[in-house]
């Protein structure tokens, strides 16, 4: 899973969702691909990562020069640093979530949505039913595909302790032939890992204890 969608996760969070949209670029501005195939939540997203050589006022006025007059409902706020304008025009949502990095330099993230295609479709359907204990809440989920590889990112949250969760993901893939690579914890018992592998296909697994929840990031890679 490479870094810019490790980014994402947290990113996503405060980014709408729409469908078939284009986008256009402010000039002097470095666009970077993330994803043109993402699925997020069960929907197809596509994702830029931005950077610019302009300050962040020139690009929120380009963002809302192309968007705000054509758009059904137009909004811009700013959450913890960060200035996120999104746009509904013709039933489609456009998200932009950006930050100043100096007097003449600015970044972040452009995202767009779109109804899964065949391959995608596919992939949701195999990419499923990852192992977890009861109780266990799904807050995002990330799948995507790369030629023979697909992977799934997910973060998880439950009251389970870090070494009850190691116990079940243990059992869990002991019990269909996986090899356990690794499964620690650490000396508070707060935080913990967990590796398996089966062939060229694995999971890896984090877990952060903040107050009484665990955290779960867990990261799927099959192979075929």
Do not use: C
């Not at 980014?7 to 709408?16: F, P």
């Not at 050589?53 to 059904?72: G, I, T």
């Not at 000396?187 to 999971?203: E, H, I, W, Y």
């Amino acid at each position: 899973m490479n870094k810019y969608i490790i980014k994402l996760l947290t990113a996503l969070y405060l980014l709408s969702f729409g469908i078939n949209a284009q986008v256009n670029f402010p000039v002097d501005s470095s666009v970077q691909i993330v994803s043109d195939g993402m699925i997020v939540d069960g929907i197809k997203m596509q994702a830029w990562d931005f950077k610019s050589k302009r300050n962040l006022e020139f690009n929120l006025n380009f963002f809302k020069n192309e968007w705000k007059d054509k758009s059904e409902k137009y909004t811009h706020v700013q959450y913890d640093g960060w200035d996120i304008v999104n746009a509904v025009i013709d039933d489609v949502i456009y998200t932009a979530k950006l930050k100043s990095a100096g007097k003449n330099l600015s970044y972040g993230f452009v995202a767009t949505s779109s109804e899964l295609d065949g391959q995608l479709s596919s992939l949701n359907r195999k990419m499923k039913d990852f192992p977890q204990p009861s109780s266990t809440q799904l807050l995002r989920e990330i799948k995507s595909i790369d030629g023979s590889k697909k992977s799934s990112t997910m973060i998880l949250t439950n009251k389970l302790s870090v070494i009850k969760n190691l116990d079940f993901y243990s059992n869990y893939f002991k019990k269909f032939n996986w090899t356990i690579n690794k499964s620690m914890f650490s000396k508070n018992k707060k935080k913990g890992a967990f590796l398996a592998s089966n062939g060229p296909s694995n999971v890896s697994i984090t877990f952060d204890v903040q107050a009484d929840t665990t955290f779960i990031t867990a990261v799927r890679v099959d192979v075929e």
